[in-house]
């Protein structure tokens, strides 16, 4: 391969593929082989960040940007005129393999544009993955792209090379889909998700050992491939349409109950060149995005339903202080919460208290009372969770501003202060 002509080709497909957010490697376990090359575990490896503060330590390319899809908020769709290029299924096998030696990734993440067809794309996809695990014995981190609309034994082929698979959703509702990419629906992306559920369910990760004769005769032990240990994700675009993110949390509940994903990835809108005028002019803030995935960690690890998040009649959520915080205040009566005596499920929903600092209380509680001397010591921010709390100390003046409309000002003014920090610095 031509150098100068490669390296020109990997800029214009790695900055097409920037735009794909669901691309964390957390949750992958694949150990290294015998007579094999990378492991998805520990370190060793450089990470880049994305411009908006990502971590990523994968080699994230599309295998080509030609598309015959013309989504319209896709910067690659048919109707663009950006740039084309496309790697062939061995030329990016070998820049994984030249970059895992280089020590500058420790896997890859490979999408790409609809060439020919859904399926003959997604054979492309596959052809990549198998290569390096049979061919090359890589033992690194894999995760692949399900192409909309590609066949369902396809899908299942992906996930056996994968270590982590993705079908995107892309936008809140059917009816967004309909109107700005036409070739895709939710039916073909669930059909894919249910798909990989059900290999995932099927295939008990733990398999037995397989024995490899190689063409000397001698044998690697080797596991016998599981099925996407790393599980499946998705991503939906944010604020590309009206979709309120009333509709946002409700599919993306429905997605975790329905097909068991680990993540789904919320992307705020990117204005694309010559775009369609039915789209925004301009991307949503950065703390819409911020917004849901607090919304998002709540549901998964917090107890709440999708559904208390938001109401019919403020459909969004508040972009000036997280969720937890406007759930409390908008529920008053439910506080404040004893920490000496409340159950789990109660303390989980008191602002302040992550999950380690609950299972800290519950467990210290069992030997003595907890002051907010206590609560200092684990780190709890105690000035946001007292007005919500009752401790062993004498009556606290905390418990006074709980009932104050001033409470929610100030700590609406002290939020927006920390999220302006850190997305500065």
């Avoid at 900055?15 to 082989?33: E, F, N, P, V």
Wanted: proline share 6%.
């Amino acid at each position: 391969m031509d150098r100068s002509e490669v390296r020109h080709r990997l800029a214009v497909l790695a900055d097409a593929a920037k735009y794909d957010a669901s691309c964390a490697s957390s949750g992958g376990k694949r150990q290294a082989l015998a007579g094999g090359l990378g492991n998805s575990e520990g370190m060793g490896i450089c990470h880049s960040y994305t411009p908006d503060g990502r971590c990523v330590s994968l080699l994230k390319i599309l295998l080509t940007n030609v598309c015959i899809f013309d989504c319209q908020y896709c910067v690659n769709r048919i109707s663009s005129d950006v740039e084309r290029a496309r790697f062939t299924p061995s030329e990016v096998v070998q820049l994984t393999l030249d970059f895992y030696r280089r020590n500058y990734i420790e896997g890859l993440f490979l999408s790409s544009g609809v060439i020919k067809s859904s399926d003959y794309t997604m054979e492309q996809l596959v052809e990549v993955a198998r290569s390096l695990r049979e061919d090359h014995l890589f033992g690194g981190y894999i995760h692949l792209k399900l192409v909309a609309g590609a066949s369902p034994a396809l899908s299942a082929l992906a996930a056996r090379y994968a270590d982590r698979v993705s079908a995107n959703i892309e936008l809140p509702t059917e009816a967004d889909l309909k109107k700005l990419a036409p070739e895709k629906s939710h039916v073909e992306v669930e059909v894919a998700m249910a798909t990989i559920a059900a290999g995932i369910q099927e295939n008990d990760p733990g398999r037995a050992i397989a024995r490899t004769t190689t063409e000397d005769g001698s044998l690697i032990a080797r596991p016998e491939r599981s099925f996407a240990p790393a599980g499946q994700s998705t991503q939906i675009i944010v604020g590309a349409t009206p979709s309120s993110d009333r509709e946002i949390l409700r599919i993306s509940s429905h997605l975790y109950g329905a097909h068991r994903l680990k993540r789904v990835y919320y992307s705020a809108f990117s204005p694309i060149p010559h775009e369609d005028p039915r789209l925004p002019p301009a991307a949503p803030p950065l703390v819409r995005e911020h917004r849901l995935y607090q919304s998002d960690w709540l549901v998964r690890f917090y107890g709440f339903q999708a559904e208390e998040l938001t109401s019919d009649a403020q459909p969004d959520l508040d972009l000036e202080m997280d969720p937890k915080l406007a759930w409390a205040l908008l529920h008053r009566e439910l506080f404040p919460v004893d920490v000496n005596r409340a159950p789990r499920e109660q303390l989980l929903r008191v602002p302040g208290l992550g999950v380690r600092n609950v299972e800290r209380i519950v467990r210290v509680r069992r030997q003595r009372a907890l002051k907010l001397d206590d609560l200092r010591a684990m780190r709890v921010p105690v000035k946001r969770t007292a007005p919500f709390v009752i401790t062993a100390d004498p009556p606290s003046p905390f418990t006074r501003t709980l009932d104050s409309l001033a409470l929610a000002r100030t700590v609406r003014a002290e939020q927006l202060d920390l999220f302006a920090t850190r997305v500065t610095t």
